[in-house]
């Protein structure tokens, strides 16, 4: 009895690769190489000349565009608002708006809010975050600002 001839069999992985290869040997592809960078347009003011940009991260100024991952908010005024089944944050002197995050803080945030007026003022510490072109706000802690109490809301 003859023995049975062996097989080679590559795994999905390795199709995956081979296929990779062979379309980049095929498209002539070369080793990617910086590009110099473009000069800057003639009406552009020189950068000493710019505002120099603040070293600490609060967002205490009104922003335009959205924010980028990871932005500390620090001590922001602003109020709470329910939107449908989410809560979202309004800061004081902004367009913006920013869908927070469920966490223990938002859960003590809504109990607050469902007790009183809806034009509560609260001071905000929490990071930005992004999903699909928007920004939502996980709070780390929020003290409510009323005229007769400031109190604390974080999560033990």
């Not at 795994?11 to 980049?24: R, V, Y």
């Not at 009406?43 to 991260?57: E, G, L, R, V, W």
């Amino acid at each position: 009895m003859r023995p049975e001839p062996t097989r080679y069999r590559l795994a999905p992985t390795g199709w995956f690769c081979l296929t990779l290869l062979l379309l980049a040997t095929a498209s002539g592809a070369q080793p990617s190489t910086p590009q110099p960078a473009a000069p800057p347009p003639p009406d552009a003011a020189p950068a000493a000349a710019q505002p120099a940009a603040s070293s600490a991260k609060a967002t205490t100024a009104p922003r335009s565009a959205a924010m980028r991952e990871g932005t500390e908010v620090v001590d922001q005024l602003g109020h709470f608002r329910k939107s449908g089944d989410r809560i979202v944050f309004f800061p004081a002197g902004s367009a913006d708006r920013w869908t927070v995050l469920e966490n223990l803080n938002l859960q003590r945030i809504v109990r607050a809010i469902s007790n009183s007026a809806p034009s509560l003022e609260w001071r905000v510490t929490g990071t930005i975050t992004e999903y699909r072109g928007g920004n939502y706000l996980y709070v780390r802690s929020a003290v409510l600002r009323t005229a007769n109490e400031s109190r604390e809301i974080t999560a033990p």
